[in-house]
């Protein structure tokens, strides 16, 4: 079903993602919030630009946009996955707590706050070019992958990576020596087994924005994993 979105507010976009379709594609869009918000079992394509917090609690959709999006894209979806081909917002995949996001382009701040997994969940967000400060800040699970395609002169994140995390992964298409990270973390340089966990993710990046995954592969990457599952009891705990 094709929906003409121009000035038609979210409430009534999401009442018709409710009709009983399976298939839909909306044109026009521009700015509208919450769209699809909660949603399962639906494939959505956007054309133009939704506001803030697309696929909200999605649970099982899959969103396409081709364009950009505004801040909180996947904002604590549990399931499915959000294409994007242009850049998004801050805070993409607030407290995201499973299936895919993967970002053509950048990404604004505080993407990957809150990330969580748990049991058999574990939320993937891909960021095909650079992220904005506090990327991952307080990440509690889940993996986060950023590969720097973005053709500017910018770090590959910016400031304050990291901040607060205490579970899950972050894997970075630079050497471990170009990025500043808290004292609770650990970077290193990804192994094997880093780039073989990532390898079908990219792959996966690649064929949805028809990209080089040996070229993207053949790059040192930098892994950063959490010091312990706590990284401030040392602030309330006695030696």
């Known amino acids: 079903m094709r929906i003409n979105t121009e000035a038609v507010d979210f409430k009534t976009i999401n009442e018709t993602l409710r009709s009983g379709e399976s298939d839909y594609t909306l044109t026009n869009c521009c700015g509208q919030r919450f769209i699809a918000a909660g949603m399962s079992s639906l494939t ?43 850049n998004v917002g801050d805070a993409a995949g607030y407290a995201m707590r499973g299936g895919k996001i993967f970002v053509r382009g ?57 901040t607060g995390m205490h579970g899950g992964k972050m894997i970075l298409r630079a050497e471990p020596g170009e990025i500043r990270f808290p004292d609770q973390v650990t970077p290193k340089l990804a192994g094997p087994d880093d780039l073989e966990e990532i390898s ?32 401030y009891k040392r602030l309330y705990v006695p030696n």
């Open 200 to 231: 079908s993710y990219v792959r996966e990046y690649c064929g949805l924005f028809d990209a080089d995954f040996d070229g993207i592969m053949d790059s040192p990457f930098t892994v950063v994993t959490p010091d312990s599952g706590n990284p």
């Open 106 to 162: 950048n990404a604004g701040y505080r993407a990957g706050i809150h990330m969580k997994a748990y049991r058999e969940k574990v939320p993937v967000m891909v960021i095909g070019g650079k992220a904005g400060s506090f990327l991952g800040e307080y990440q509690a699970g889940g993996v986060i992958v950023v590969l720097g395609l973005s053709d500017d002169d910018r770090r590959i994140v910016g400031n304050f990576p990291c």
């Open 44 to 86: 959505i394509r956007i054309s133009g630009v939704p506001g803030n917090a697309l696929g909200a609690y999605l649970n099982g959709a899959s969103i396409t946009v081709d364009g950009n999006a505004q801040d909180a894209v996947g904002d604590t979806m549990n399931d499915g996955s959000i294409v994007i081909h242009g």
